[in-house]
């Protein structure tokens, strides 16, 4: 008995083909635990197969990196992952632009799969997509052991790809407890590169994990909270006595 093909069919009420009417696109999440990240790689596949050449005239998939099944609800998990809503929300505004006025969207996230796992490139520009990319170093790199009261100097590079948003937020989470109280400066607005940096001291012993969480808005527009597409990037802090 086929249980996948089983399953398919009761929540979906077929099983997928390749074969559809119209635009698509997909939002795939890379930390997703549930609808596993290969399986978005699978189905493109499948739109390949039949539509050949032309699948970019209708078919996007985009590759959201950090981001789950469901959006981040505890401190905790804000710390170690992002709300893909917003990418929805931009995909949304990007289909409707292809549909309606034939504006294609960004293209499809270039990655490569390997032993089941999905890999996407390190940079903005080569990785494609929506999502903005967020390279975090302390005192240079990915590691950093300082003493008590001793600051450390964070800096980051944001990029955002071939896209037509750009990076309207960037927030520190100092102690990686989830709640992002200090904000960036981020200089020129309309730049797809953008260099942040800033110094902190931690005033008890202990292994902190600094976090900078980022975001890219469809429409530059920094004022709403809706269609952003979301990053973050972590390092370790060791704080001795």
């Not at 005239?57 to 905790?76: F, G, S």
């Not at 390279?135 to 052991?145: D, P, S």
């Amino acid at each position: 008995m086929d249980i996948g093909a089983a399953g398919t069919l009761g929540s979906t009420g077929q099983i997928p083909t390749g074969r559809f009417n119209g635009k698509m696109i997909v939002v795939e999440c890379m930390l997703d635990g549930d609808a596993l990240p290969w399986q978005a790689d699978w189905y493109r596949k499948k739109v390949e197969a039949v539509e050949g050449p032309h699948v970019d005239e209708k078919y996007r998939l985009w590759y959201v990196d950090n981001a789950n099944h469901t959006d981040p609800t505890t401190e905790t998990q804000q710390t170690h992952a992002v709300a893909y809503s917003g990418s929805v929300q931009y995909a949304l505004r990007e289909l409707s632009a292809w549909v309606e006025q034939g504006i294609a969207p960004p293209p499809t996230s270039e990655y490569r799969v390997q032993d089941g796992q999905v890999h996407v490139p390190a940079s903005a520009a080569e990785r494609k997509g929506i999502q903005p990319v967020v390279h975090l170093k302390v005192n240079g790199g990915e590691r950093a052991e300082v003493a008590v009261g001793k600051a450390v100097t964070f800096t980051a590079q944001i990029a955002v790809p071939p896209a037509p948003g750009r990076v309207v937020s960037a927030k520190w989470d100092f102690e990686g407890v989830g709640m992002y109280p200090d904000a960036a400066e981020l200089g020129d607005p309309t730049s797809e590169t953008v260099h942040v940096t800033t110094t902190h001291a931690f005033s008890k012993p202990g292994t902190y994990f600094p976090t900078l969480r980022v975001a890219s808005q469809r429409e530059s527009n920094p004022g709403t909270p809706f269609a952003r597409s979301l990053n973050i990037s972590r390092v370790r802090v060791v704080v001795n006595e």
